[in-house]
Structures are given as C-alpha cells and as structure tokens.
C-alpha cells in the first residue's frame, strides 16, 4: 500500500506547546526496517517508513539511543554522544531523517542517557588513567564500596552492588545500572557544561526534544536514596531554563519511575518548570492490575492524585515501552497479583517486571487490547505506543533479558517479516515465529488487508482522538460510579483552551473492566449535567441524564464509551 498522503505536506507546525496534542510512538532504529540488507535496521530504513507512521497518525517518534556504542544496553550505554553507531547510519542520514519527519509536521525526540556512559566512552578511560587528569573527576569514584549502600541496586537481576572495582585506577566506581555503565559526577560542573554542550549539537540539528533518561538518579549523596535527591531538581531547573532561552519550543520527557508525587515533581512548578513532559509511570501498572482484579480503585485513586501540574506540562502515558513492565512502584500484595497473572512462567520475568509485549500480555484479547488503548488515548497527556503494538506483534522470552520485546517489526508475511533482506541468520534478532504470534499473520501488510484488524482499529481511534482535543489537554475529574469494576471521568476543554479551529468540548469516559456485561450508574457533578449525550464513535444519541444529572449505562464485558456531553455547557460557553 502507498501510504503517501494525497496532499502537499504541511511542514511543521509552530505550537510551542505540541506535544500536548501530540501522539507519540517509540521506535528503536535497531528494530524497525533494515534498508541495506545487514540484518540491523538503520535511519534510511526509518525514513522510509514515515509515511507509514504518518497514515497512522504519529505526532512525534521517540528514538532510544542510537549514538556509537557497544550494545550492552540497547544504546543506552553511549561512547560517543557525537556520533551515530556506523551500522545505524550517519550523522547526514539523522539529518535527512529530521527533515523528511518535519516536512510530515512530525516532531524527533531522541534520547539522552545522561547519568552514565559506556566504560568504553573516552571520557572513562581517561578518568580511569589519569585521576588527576582534566576528567579525572568525571566520574563518581571511591576508595570504598561500603558506603551508599542505603542506595538500592536497580537491576537486581545482574548487579549485587552499585560499586565496581577499577584494576586500573585501584579504586570503586559507582554505577546506578549495569556496571559496564558508570554514573557520571555531577558534583564536577564541567560534566554539566558536557551534557549541555551535547545537548546544543542535536538541538542545532532540529530535534525536537529529549527523553531525559534515568533522570532521578543524577546525583547521589552518602545519606539519600540516590533517587530524586534536591540538587537532581536543582540541576533540572537550570538545564530548563536553557532550553528555553537557546531552543524554545523544544521538550523535556522525564524517565522517573517513581512514586505519583516524585514523578510530578519533575515537571516542576509555574515559577520553576523542569521537564515539559513526565511519564505517568504510577498508572501504567495499574491499569494492568485492573485488566485481571475487574477492579477499579487503584486506577481511580491515583488518577485523583496525579491531576495537578504546572501550566504546559503533559503526562506521558504508556502502556508498554522497549523495558520491562516494572512492577517498583505498586504495592508488595499487587506485584505478587501481577507476576501471577501476567509472568507465570519465570523467563517472562526481569529484574522487578515482566519482559513482555502488549498483545502477549493480554493473551491477544481483542477485548482487552481495545480496552487498553481506548484508556490509553483517553489519559490527561499524550500516548506513547510502543512499535508493533498497533498489530499485536507478538515477543520471544527465549532471548535475553529486554530483547524479548525488541525483535523486528513486523511489515509482511516473507521473509524476515519484510523487515531485512539478510540471510535470516543474520538478523540482530530473530523475527517472532510463535504459534499465535508468527509474523506470517501478524504483519502490516496482512492487517491492511483486513479492515477489521487491530491495525485499523488502533489507527482510527487514534484519529478520532486527534479529533477531539479534549482528550489531550482537557481536564479530568472522576466521576464516582456504583460499580467497583468501572471508571468514569469527565475531561472537559474551556475556550481558553482552544487553539484556532477548535471547539471547547467535554466528554464523558467510562469503562469497564468486568469480565461480563455490568451496569453502572453516574451522578454528573453539576456542572457538567448536559442534555444531549452522545457517542463519539458512532454518533449515537444515548438517553439524557435525569434533572438529577443521574446517568445508567449499560457495558458489554471489557469496554469503554467515549460520550460527548453537549447543551446545557454550550449555552454556558
Ligand atoms: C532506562 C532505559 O529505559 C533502559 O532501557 C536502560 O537499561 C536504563 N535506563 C539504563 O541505561
């Protein structure tokens, strides 16, 4: 299919607020089209499939890291912030990359590991060499490892320390990750002149943002918890205010898999802004606890809690990622629920989550996966999705540690899924091949084939949302049900809100996640009593709430409404 859009494209668009209506998809360089035929995908290969991403409705990629590096982390492990790993591409082909997505009005976000770096980054070796060097400071070294230990070690499932013995420089270096992986010292101000130095060559070559990554673990004190400490906030602040000076209109994502008021501290305040945008690690795990417990009041709860942030700033919202489904931040009696449910065989486990997929861990639910995606673009923020969700591809716990979920995407039923025209031998990893998962179903190509595919589904929810602002930017309000396995909330868009062409508009979402049909009753806040009810979807006319503004509906099994509420708000407004 030629996914060429039939109009001149628009060029970008000059909100400096974006990425508050923007739909955001991650996609890994490595995984997604090979375009030379080596068995690794590549930014031409990227390229290529923009109009894809386009005719799906994509606002802004997020690339993890593809700068040189050993791959020991997926990239995440940099030697070279200036440089674009060979079998990737070039630092021109990134360029070509970031014209052609702009030329699409899509935005790049790339990532910026910036609390550590490969052991094989010069600045490393240099440290370990010369400790009285002009990096000798560069890094967090100690004669001991017995202090810090209140830190808590992160991936537990290779690291018994976050101290590691240098033979070279004889002393303990402190690493927050993998120990191939030391933290950077952000006592010395020059690694602070560093990392914005490096941030300045990719804003100069239009990028759009960064996704801040392992954000809370910057600095380390001998009393703190290493995480969200007050000078990591401080630092975020000044980092802030330079790209508001230098790069407007340019984002902050931060990677803060923290409790709900740590992770909203990263947006900071209408004073002191920090990041643009953080991701709502909080609800993420709480939506799958709701999908298996048919129970609503931990969603219900932490959404009260994380409603208030500074003016500009947006959640990122997601269902899956190219990590583990982390499990650190539920309580001790949900993570137990949610391994039982969701990792019952140990290699589906990581560190503290479960390495899989969307659609492998919804058992390929056609229910579920509507039900996910339709809170998902629902959420107050922007959605991230994660590449081949959109088709339910499938993942591989038979291979190491997070690349179960990182293998191909899927665009064809031939060989190598259309991903590479390698010999598949070749592949960096191979294409999933499972029973219920195999790509000779699971592909592109065969979902635009069949207009009732997810793919399809995915896409056109994905432009109704974008039809309707509201669900980005508007505000939220729970609606309190009588059913303990629905959610219902208002988001609800005033004309101050309205960017030119756009309507103020509010909408009533509910959900179930029972495992039957149920019926659920609503009590509107005043406010909000309307007149006119009506399904966003189809354009069906539901009965209008009493004088009361009381509400009964009635939901098939794992299923959500999206109701526009007109009439008695429009002859406010
Ligand atoms: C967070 C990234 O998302 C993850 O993939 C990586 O392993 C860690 N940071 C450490 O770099």
């Not at 068995?39 to 499939?49: A, N, T």
């Not at 919202?317 to 039982?340: C, I, P, S, W």
């Amino acid at each position: 299919m030629d996914f060429r859009l039939p109009y001149a494209h628009r060029g970008l668009d000059h909100d400096p607020q974006w990425y508050r209506r923007a739909v955001f998809y991650e996609v890994m360089v490595r995984s997604f089209y090979d375009s030379d035929g080596d068995g690794v995908g590549d930014i031409p290969g990227l390229i290529s499939k923009l109009d894809y991403l386009e005719w799906l409705g994509i606002d802004a990629l997020w690339l993890p890291p593809f700068y040189s590096s050993p791959l020991k982390d997926g990239g995440y492990d940099v030697a070279d912030f200036r440089q674009v790993l060979p079998e990737f591409g070039t630092i021109e082909d990134f360029q070509e990359l970031v014209a052609q997505a702009h030329s699409r009005n899509m935005r790049v976000v790339m990532d910026l590991p910036l609390n550590h770096t490969s052991v094989d980054h010069e600045w490393f070796q240099e440290s370990r060499s010369n400790p009285d060097g002009p990096y000798g400071d560069y890094y967090v070294w100690s004669d001991t490892d017995q202090i810090r230990q209140q830190i808590r070690v992160i991936f537990t499932d290779t690291e018994n320390s976050n101290w590691a013995f240098d033979s070279e420089r004889r002393q303990f270096y402190f690493h927050r990750f993998f120990s191939h992986q030391p933290d950077l010292n952000y006592h010395n101000p020059r690694v602070h002149d560093e990392v914005r130095d490096i941030a300045r060559f990719w804003l100069a070559m239009g990028v759009d943002g960064f996704r801040l990554d392992a954000i809370p673990y910057l600095y380390e004190s001998d009393e703190g918890s290493g995480e969200s400490e007050p000078e990591t906030h401080e630092f975020l602040k000044k980092f802030r205010s330079f790209l508001d000076e230098e790069f407007p209109g340019r984002v902050l994502i931060a990677e803060a898999n923290q409790w709900p008021k740590e992770v909203a501290a990263y947006l900071g305040t209408n004073e002191e802004p920090e990041c643009h945008m953080a991701f709502d690690f909080p609800i993420m795990p709480r939506i799958f606890y709701a999908l298996r417990s048919q129970q609503t009041a931990s969603l219900n709860e932490v959404l009260s809690e994380t409603t208030e942030v500074p003016e500009g700033a947006a959640w990122g919202v997601f269902l899956r990622n190219h990590d583990e489904l982390t499990l650190e931040m539920v309580t001790e009696e949900e993570k137990q629920a949610l391994y039982g449910w969701y990792a019952y065989d140990p290699r589906m486990r990581v560190n503290v989550g479960i390495r899989r997929r969307l659609a492998t861990l919804l058992d390929n639910s056609r229910k579920e996966l509507e039900l996910a995606h339709g809170l998902l673009l629902s959420l107050p923020g922007s959605p991230f999705l994660y590449y081949g969700d959109e088709i339910g591809m499938g993942d591989n716990i038979w291979l190491e540690d997070r690349d179960s979920s990182r293998t191909p995407m899927q665009w064809t039923p031939d060989r190598n899924a259309g991903f590479s025209a390698a010999d598949p031998g070749k592949l960096y990893l191979p294409v999933v091949q499972s029973l219920v998962y195999n790509y000779a179903f699971s592909n592109v190509e065969t979902q635009l084939a069949q207009q009732a595919s997810l793919l399809h589904w995915v896409r056109n929810l994905v432009h109704l949302r974008k039809e309707h602002p509201v669900l980005g930017v508007g505000s939220l309000r729970v609606v309190p049900t009588d059913n303990p396995s629905a959610l219902a909330f208002i988001r609800d868009m005033q004309a101050e809100d309205c960017r030119p062409g756009e309507r103020p508009e509010t909408m009533l979402c509910v959900y179930s996640f029972a495992h039957h049909p149920i019926s659920v009753d609503l009590q509107l806040p005043e406010e909000f009593r309307a007149n006119r009810v009506t399904d966003v979807m189809g354009g069906a006319s539901f009965p209008a709430p009493t004088e009361q503004g009381h509400v009964t509906l009635t939901l098939p099994a794992q299923s959500f409404y999206w109701l526009s509420l007109a009439g008695v708000k429009q002859s406010v407004a």
